[in-house]
């Protein structure tokens, strides 16, 4: 029986043996990682919110810092061509720390080179030039060439054709006053005349326009210089009307006619009220070498005005002309404004002309204007533009008329020469000429 124990020791110790053996393997596998992707997500719960599990806080800077340029730039390691480099990150984390705004020097503009001076262009002498744009007076002279001497010329006239010729007159603008006076010395002198044919009927019709246009006013434009107390005085010429009439086109016109005649020009840009009309009047100006002088956008025109021929007696040429503002004569004020350019000058120097510009193809509006404009300033010429794109040429006589104040210039185009003095015989011709 002594070996009894002996047994019982060995199955004890086979017993732990064994149970330490299925201990270790269970503990074993329990810690064995699974390569088995399916079997693992299958076992791993998905966690809440669309997957993204944040692994620490948000990242916070303090404000108001500048930041550090980064130390090795991907632009300074040419090996990457500007690729995200290992270490990189592949886009620029939206929390990251934004570049600040640097202030970098640019480099000065290049001076602007100063304007070539326009070429001084050559100037159509001025004399014949009524005869020379007689062309230009087309329509008007349909009304008076075609239908009044087809009416004239038909010999003797009964009272409905003498209602036509009224009529025909009335239509040119030649206004109710006029055209009474007319038929009335047409009537008498076809009678005395005893005219038979249309050639004598021309005649006469010329001779009593002719003697309608006629005025004992000088004609001339005031614009040669003259002296004061020894020393020389430029003309000042005061170019009126309301906008759009060609005031600018007329006094750029006009000074290229006394530059072609020899003489020496200053331009006065007093129209501030519209910034483009002193550009026009700078390039009429450049176009013939004169000298303008200009204000700013808006200033008082009458200190431009001013500057302008104190700025000529200075300079010693022979004519200032002033362009002034042309604003509607129904505003009150700015005619009063166009009165006060006239003393301000006037401080210094006499106003020798006053020129009108009036726009033929308005007809009776432009006969309105200058009643208007005359109560202000002294009118002593008018100058009759865009008398090539009327029919309405009658218009001449009754301004005249009305006014008293003779028509000096008339403006036939848009051309730099297409102004012309303005002489009765010739216009009328002009006007009967087939
Ligand atoms: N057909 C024709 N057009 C003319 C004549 N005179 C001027 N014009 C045109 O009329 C327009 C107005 O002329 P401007 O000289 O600018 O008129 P303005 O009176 O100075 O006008 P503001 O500067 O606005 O006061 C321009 O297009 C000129 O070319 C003319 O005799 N015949």
Redesign the pocket.
Known sequence: MSSTPWFWIVVVAVVVLVAVLVAGLLIARRRRISLDESKAADVVEKPKGGGYTATGGIALAPGGEKTEEPEHPVEDRPETDGQPAVGDDAAVPRDSAQRTVRDVELPEPAEEAAPEPAPVEEIAPATGRLERLRGRLGKSRSVFGQSLLGLLGAGDLDEDSWQDVEDTLLMADLGAATTTEIVDRLREELKRRAVRTSEEARAVLQEVLTAALSTDAVRAVRALPHTVDGKKQPAVVLVA?V????????TGKLARVLVAQGSTVVLGAA?TF?AA?AD?LQTWAERVGAEVVRGKEGADPAAVAFDAVKRGTEAGVDAVLV?TA?RLHTKTGLMDELGKVKRVVEKQAKVDEVLL?LDATTGQNGLMQARVFSEVIDVTGIVL?????TAKGGIVFQVQRELGVPVKLV????GPD?LAPFEPGAFVEALLSS
């Open positions: 009307g906008n759009g009439t060609g005031k600018t086109t007329t129209d519209r009309a026009q362009d042309g510009v533009t865009k008398l090539d794109g403006g036939l185009g848009e297409d």
